[in-house]
């Protein structure tokens, strides 16, 4: 496909379990990024791939949360012993180069996360 | 502390109407502009942007008008249409960010009325 895409779209699980969230980039974009929307809450940004690197790891909430990317292309989130305040929209986000905020980012439909 | 503030949770227009979306932030330092538009179930697109350079900027029935002494910023669309009603996000990024990212609104939700 040509667009950004997540897997699962949606998610239950129950609290203390881990999950993992799947996000494959549109090809040849080398900047991956991760967000979360909470009920009533705006896009929080969680970390930002270059290549497979993380510069800017400074949205997870907490160590509970861990990202990795491969091969410059897919990445995946994994939330461990996940907390009902986990639960939200995952949104994963792809650019072409990644300079900063003046390139525009493509979002994948998103992964709903319920933690009962 | 939100640096992007879009304190209409929701906004209702009628059809040919021009809708308004108002957006404020806090951080002088930022420098570029953003709006995305959100469907249901969906995740955000990119719609218009500005930089701090522009005072306006016009795409079709879109336009977004920035105010830097006020340091707002509003989206216009005229005329307002039914595939218009969508969440829509203001965001802003500029060189004080860590790393340059984008710091996104709490969104406005629009209602075209028929």
């Known amino acids: 496909g040509a667009g950004v895409s997540q897997s699962p779209s949606n998610k239950v699980t129950e609290k203390g379990k881990d999950v993992e969230l799947r996000c494959d980039p549109i090809?040849?974009?080398?900047?991956l990024y991760w967000y979360r929307q909470s009920l009533g809450q705006g896009l929080e940004f969680l970390i930002y791939?270059?290549?497979?690197?993380?510069?800017?790891k400074s949205g997870l909430p907490s160590d509970r949360f861990s990202a990795e990317r491969t091969g410059g292309s897919v990445s995946t989130l994994t939330i461990q012993r996940t907390q009902q305040e986990d639960s939200a929209v995952y949104l994963c986000?792809?650019?072409?180069?990644?300079?900063?905020?003046?390139?525009?980012?493509?979002f994948g439909p998103g992964t709903r996360l319920l933690v009962l | 502390d939100q640096q992007v503030k879009q304190n209409s949770p929701s906004l209702s227009v009628q059809e040919g109407r021009i809708s308004i979306l108002n957006c404020d932030y806090t951080?002088?330092?930022?420098?570029?502009f953003l709006w995305y538009k959100k469907y249901p179930a969906e995740g955000p697109t990119f719609l218009i942007s500005?930089?701090?350079?522009?005072d306006k900027n016009e795409d079709g029935r879109f336009t977004v008008f920035l105010n830097k002494s006020a340091k707002h910023l509003s989206l216009h669309i005229v005329p307002s249409q039914p595939g218009d009603s969508a969440v829509y996000f203001c965001?802003?990024?500029?060189?004080?960010?860590?790393?340059?990212?984008?710091?996104f609104g709490k969104g406005t939700r629009l209602h075209i009325l028929p």
């Open positions: 986000a792809s650019s072409l180069v990644g300079i900063g905020g003046q390139e525009t980012q493509y």
């Open positions: 090809s040849g974009h080398t900047a």
């Open positions: 791939f270059q290549g497979n690197s993380a510069p800017d």
């Open positions: 951080n002088s330092m930022f420098d570029y």
């Open positions: 500005i930089s701090s350079i522009k």
């Open positions: 965001a802003a990024s500029g060189k004080s960010n860590r790393d340059d990212k984008i710091i």
